[in-house]
């Protein structure tokens, strides 16, 4: 199956966050608080594919208070932080929504993300992901993680579903009715 008809069936977005929503590198504050790093891009691609239908969840296997106020802040209800297994989350979420497998995309960029991304039927991955999740992914961003990839991989299956135009016509709408008066 080519990777537009996999992008087609896709309901439910699952995103990694060290790496993928941000560029993996952690900085350390006074306190011991890891700060990170996220893409405004990723966020109002996160935003978009909300107001499209299309559901979008995090699975991460680290615990930050960063990514709970991120998460809260974009409106996500699915954030799975500490996650030592990321399958049981995946599944929780199938379960949830009510999904098969190939209704599901997960994008990650490293080893830990394997198990997850084997079993979804879009694996999406960052340009800079470690050779062995490029080589299993279906959908390579041309952005790095932390710098839009998210955005990138949003658009992608957007476009597939013949949904971006549409988001680009609701942010055209002040505009349009700006002409008309």
Not at 29 to 51: N, P, S, W, Y
Not at 52 to 62: D, E, F, N, Q, W
Not at 107 to 113: A, F, H, I, P
Request: aromatic share 4%; with cysteine.
């Amino acid at each position: 199956m080519d990777i537009e008809t996999r992008a087609r069936n896709i309901a439910l977005l699952i995103l990694d966050v060290d790496g993928v929503l941000t560029n993996g590198q952690l900085l350390f504050g006074d306190q011991g608080e890891a700060m990170k790093l996220f893409h405004v891009q990723d966020g109002l691609g996160i935003t978009a594919a909300q107001r499209a239908g299309l559901k979008v969840a995090i699975i991460t296997g680290r615990e930050s208070e960063m990514v709970r106020r991120r998460g809260a802040e974009l409106k996500m209800t699915d954030v799975y932080q500490g996650a030592a297994d990321k399958v049981q989350a995946y599944h929780e979420l199938m379960n949830k929504y009510n999904l098969t497998p190939d209704q599901t995309a997960y994008m990650g960029d490293d080893l830990n993300d394997l198990a997850v991304m084997s079993r979804a039927g879009l694996a999406c991955t960052v340009a800079n992901a470690v050779p062995d999740v490029k080589q299993r992914a279906h959908v390579i961003t041309t952005r790095e993680g932390g710098h839009g990839a998210v955005r990138e991989v949003i658009e992608f299956i957007l476009r597939s579903q013949g949904k971006w135009e549409q988001i680009v016509v609701e942010y055209l709408k002040p505009v349009i009715q700006e002409v008309r008066q």
